[in-house]
């Protein structure tokens, strides 16, 4: 079964919150997912083409991977072009929020650009880098330690094909988490913590 893209992001945050989306239709916002949408409105723009000598730019770019069975939106995409090829290319996905202390990327929003920069490779077998940009410090930051994000991928993509073919609830990842989810509502898990 395929996998989207941004499903990696929500299973990663809590394996409950994907198995209400995902399985279950469910989807409520909050302020944090307003936010995030208005950070993507501004790239949201399917029809967005834009030429830069050699490099040809696009937004909102359907994306796959028959290998890891993946599809999805990539944010935005440069193609650069060398010979009337392309050479080398760019993606990057926009984010409301901040790198780690350390500048890195943050781990989930890494993994999710690592699938599309898999998918960006398989499609055009050309060297791929890819970005994040956060709107917090309105700057990219390369996404470095492809080693960790590829074994970070197979293994989430191992357990989500796990849950998918038993058709098993995962459990909840009660913790200071809960507070920003979007389907706090839903789930209560301050109801299950009184049960218990
Ligand atoms: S409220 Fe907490 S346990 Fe429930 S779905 Fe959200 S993150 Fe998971």
């Known amino acids: 079964m395929e996998i989207t893209l941004n499903s990696l992001e929500h299973f990663c945050f809590c394996r409950y919150q994907w198995w209400l989306l995902y399985s279950e239709n469910e989807w409520l916002s909050n302020v944090h997912t307003t936010l995030g949408d208005i950070v993507h409105s501004r790239v949201?723009?399917?029809?967005?083409?834009?030429?830069?000598?050699?490099?040809?730019?696009?937004?909102?770019?359907?994306?796959?991977?028959?290998?890891?069975?993946?599809y999805g939106i990539a944010?935005?995409?440069?193609?650069?072009?060398?010979?009337n090829k392309i050479s080398k290319i760019n993606v990057v996905e926009y984010k409301k929020g901040k790198p780690q202390e350390n500048g890195s990327v943050q781990v989930y929003d890494g993994?999710?650009?690592?699938?599309?920069?898999?998918?960006?490779?398989?499609?055009?077998?050309?060297?791929v880098r890819g970005f994040i940009y956060y709107a917090s410090i309105?700057?990219?930051?390369?996404?470095?330690?492809?080693?960790?994000?590829?074994?970070?991928?197979?293994?989430?993509l191992a357990e989500m094909h796990q849950y998918i073919k038993n058709q098993?609830?995962?459990?909840?990842?009660?913790?200071?988490?809960?507070?920003?989810?979007?389907?706090?509502?839903?789930?209560?898990?301050?109801?299950?913590k009184k049960n218990a």
Request: a positive charge; proline letters at 5%.
């Open 44 to 70: 949201d723009i399917p029809s967005f083409v834009e030429k830069r000598k050699n490099v040809l730019v696009k937004r909102s770019v359907p994306i796959y991977s028959n290998n890891l069975n993946l």
């Open 75 to 83: 944010d935005l995409v440069e193609y650069i072009k060398q010979d």
């Open 111 to 127: 993994l999710q650009l690592y699938a599309q920069m898999c998918c960006l490779r398989e499609i055009h077998k050309c060297e």
């Open 138 to 156: 309105k700057r990219r930051v390369e996404l470095k330690d492809e080693e960790f994000f590829n074994d970070l991928l197979t293994k989430t």
């Open 168 to 192: 098993n609830i995962p459990p909840k990842n009660i913790s200071k988490q809960c507070k920003s989810c979007s389907m706090y509502e839903i789930c209560l898990p301050n109801l299950e």
